[in-house]
């Protein structure tokens, strides 16, 4: 939350409980304790916590705030076409993936579906550990030179890289209306690397 959002919490403190005392120093105190709690979820939590305490703590509003999100997180179940956009075979981008939607669901945000199969940002990359390609998900067809030479293009540059660009490839196709599939994305995210127009 901000400031102002901060400002109208510590009035509704201020409001529940009028013998808590503030001064100039109290905002910045319940900034670095509750700075990364939305104001909704606090006020909800005061709704609680007003009922049963007569002064109300910033670690109080926290751990209540934690409490509400775990219940929320834990009772979601419409887990239709609301899987995560990652490939379980490439584990922190999945991990990444659950979080974000651990997080979306807590914070009462509408999920965000799978747009395509996970298949589609999927390329050869060489393994930390075994410093051996790892195979492509789907099956090709036939040979497609243009998606192997987009292949050794991305396989040359970081991870972390391949991955932005493969991202950003994936968002201008379906921008375009062309159909995705990993020839697809993998073809425009190495032209976007030799080009270098990220605009």
Known sequence: MNEIELAKLLRFVHALCPAQKFDEYTPDAWELVLGDVPLDDARDALKTLGQKLR??????????????????AAQYTDYADTLPDADPDRPLDYIRALREHNFRTASQLPAQPVHESIESTFLFVQSKWSREPAPLKAIEAAPNPEFDAARATLAELPPERAQELLTEARKRLEADGVPLDHHAVAIRAAKLATTGDES
Do not use: L, M, T, Y
């Open 55 to 72: 002064f109300i703590a910033p670690s109080d509003i926290a751990q209540e705030v934690r409490r509400v999100r775990n219940v929320r």
